[in-house]
């Protein structure tokens, strides 16, 4: 399929220019069909979808997500989002007073508050060890973030991708050196299945979460949490229901307590084949290396105009399809508003502690015309408004 059919795939609003894929992507039209296939199945016969079909219809779609991420099918279950599945990990670790986890402070906000959370309520102590930016280096970075390792430390939490700063970090080195002290792995990979290879065999992490209703392109609140067998049983639902102690279980006690959960629609889960199947027959690789490309190439104009330097080198190793920049502005909010509403242009400003960063991501969708909309729109602001200031 040529670049111009795909950009036609999508439903999104042809008067937005669209530069935010990474809060919550967007659907094709033909997984967009499978999805609303699914729905009209349970809504014609829900007893028969819910009760008797569901789990076989759960353990293909499964199946062929654990293909794409290269791990066995029975260690994943599907949630809603990655801050869900962290959830079950944070509510079951039964952490002591004075315990440790490790993080860094480029975690996304809503991770940080599920692990503040439970550590207060424990009496433990989230570390949100202090990462230098720009990022110059791998081991720059892992000598950097295991500064921040003591004895108390109990569990790593990383993201594969950051979202306010959308930094690739060298997670599998981390997940490699964490093996050898002891230590329990636990990775946010909320922006990475169908941004960046994914193999959770090579990565060895020990839980993993990621989204499909990002970059996979699936319906949203598509998303699933990986967990070693070893370390399985350790977790309980977040939902106590008919897995529990169930009177007709499966192999598996992990699957039990997590994949049935009452009455819900989960036929956003079923699209992931199909999902896997659109981004195989649209040679996905090549799309994304396109966009990489594109986010790239317009990265340094976009710090010059802004008065900010690049956060990592523009590599591989540090940078996908998103692009953030650190901007200078106290209203992070109004400008965001003032870029939708005047500009028409859907674009994230997001804080970081004390810094603020604007984010874009490139889609197959996106072109440099959509770029230049932004450029066009951020210089008139600089210019006319007080909103934006320049180093």
Request: charged residues 20%.
């Amino acid at each position: 399929m040529e670049t111009k059919s795909l950009k036609s795939q999508f439903l999104l609003d042809p008067k937005i220019t669209y530069l935010n894929f990474g809060s919550f992507g967007a659907c094709p039209r033909t997984i967009f069909a499978d999805y609303q296939t699914w729905q009209l199945e349970l809504e014609r016969e829900p007893v028969q979808f819910i009760s008797v079909k569901g789990l076989d219809y759960l353990k293909k779609s499964r199946e062929a997500l654990a293909c794409y991420i290269n791990c066995n099918a029975d260690d994943l279950v599907y949630t809603t989002n990655p801050s869900y599945a962290i959830n079950i990990i944070t509510r079951s670790m039964k952490l002591k007073a004075g315990d440790e986890i490790l993080a860094t402070n480029l975690e996304y906000g809503a991770l940080d508050r599920t692990w503040n959370y439970c550590c207060k309520k424990a009496g433990a102590k989230y570390v949100r060890q202090p990462i230098g930016l720009p990022l110059v280096s791998k081991e720059k970075f892992i000598e950097q973030f295991f500064r921040g390792l003591t004895d108390k430390t109990k569990a790593i939490f990383i993201s594969q991708i950051t979202s306010t700063t959308a930094l690739i970090l060298p997670v599998k080195e981390i997940c490699e050196i964490a093996k050898k002290k002891g230590l329990m792995t636990i990775v946010d990979g909320a922006h990475v299945p169908g941004h960046i290879a994914l193999n959770l065999a090579d990565l060895k992490a020990d839980i993993y979460t990621g989204a499909c209703h990002k970059w996979m392109c699936t319906p949203k609140g598509c998303s699933f949490l990986y967990v070693k067998k070893e370390f399985q049983s350790l977790f309980d639902p977040l939902v106590i229901s008919w897995g529990y102690e169930s009177m007709s279980p499966s192999a598996s006690r992990f699957l039990d307590y997590h994949q049935m959960q009452g009455t819900r629609d989960f036929s956003a889960f079923l699209t992931v084949p199909k999902a896997i199947a659109f981004l195989n027959e649209n040679n996905w690789t090549q799309v994304a290396s396109v966009c990489r490309d594109l986010a790239r190439k317009n990265l340094l104009r976009f710090c010059a105009l802004l008065g900010s330097k690049p956060l990592c080198p523009l590599t591989d190793e540090f940078l996908g399809q998103m692009c953030s920049i650190p901007i200078l502005t106290t209203q992070p909010e109004a400008l965001q508003r003032l870029l939708f509403e005047k500009y028409k242009i859907e674009i994230p400003l997001m804080r970081q502690d004390e810094h603020v960063f604007i984010r874009y991501s490139i889609q197959v969708f996106n072109t440099q015309e959509d770029l230049d909309k932004l450029f066009n729109a951020l210089a008139e602001l600089i210019a006319q408004t007080n909103l934006i200031k320049v180093n």
